[in-house]
């Protein structure tokens, strides 16, 4: 096993809650007619790449804009790496997330028509029961709180299962959230949009 990272996900976009590009397995259009503005954020509790431990570390892609259905492709995309990393842990989790190593991101890689960018930020992911978070320096930040049912406070939040063109491939759970990115020359903000939470578990 060339490499292997587990942890937790946290994302949001600027779809209402819950996103039909993630529900319908990319077969629905996202929300707005100008497409997708989306953050993707990665905690890794465990993980190494090659031989080179990256527990610990966080990573963060972004998709500066895609058309409103996912599936046809043409999405820009950016990433954020840990400032925490050595030189060897960036390039390795670079090529995990990047798709050059196979795995969830690579099976996405013929859908991106443009890499925008990539650069080192301090990053720090918060967990507190339903409520997740992750900033980025001064570049991004994301909130998100699993959803609570009025009927129900008490409830675990509902979860999307099956959902296997997600890049996290596991059983999804559904949060609204907000988040802001200004970088690479890109500006969003979304406000009590679309989220999700998950464990992710990845090999390759």
């Not at 390039?91 to 990539?118: D, H, N, R, T």
């Not at 997740?132 to 675990?156: F, K, M, W, Y």
């Not at 200004?182 to 990845?202: D, I, L, Q, R």
Request: charged share 20%.
């Amino acid at each position: 096993m060339a490499w292997q990272l587990s942890g937790g996900y946290i994302e949001n976009c600027n779809c209402e809650v819950a996103c039909p590009c993630t529900v319908a397995n990319f077969a629905a259009p996202a929300t707005y007619e100008d497409g997708c503005r989306a953050i993707f954020c990665f905690h890794i509790n465990n993980g190494q790449v090659d031989g080179v431990d990256v527990s610990g570390l966080n990573a963060a892609v972004f998709i500066a804009d895609s058309p409103r259905m996912m599936i046809e492709g043409g999405w820009r995309i950016g990433m954020f790496v840990d400032d925490r990393a050595t030189p060897e842990q960036a390039e390795k989790l670079g090529a995990v997330f990047g798709g050059q190593l196979g795995g969830p991101m690579a099976a996405l890689g013929p859908l991106v028509a443009e890499f925008i960018g990539s650069e080192p930020a301090a990053m720090e992911y918060r967990q507190d029961g339903k409520r997740r978070s992750l900033t980025v320096g001064d570049r991004a930040h994301l909130e998100v709180e699993e959803i609570t049912s009025p009927a129900d406070p008490e409830a675990a939040a509902p979860k999307i299962t099956g959902a296997t063109a997600h890049p996290a491939m596991a059983p999804l759970t559904v949060a609204r959230g907000s988040s802001e990115l200004n970088a690479f020359g890109v500006h969003f903000a979304n406000e009590g949009k679309s989220a999700f939470t998950a464990e992710f578990s990845w090999a390759g």
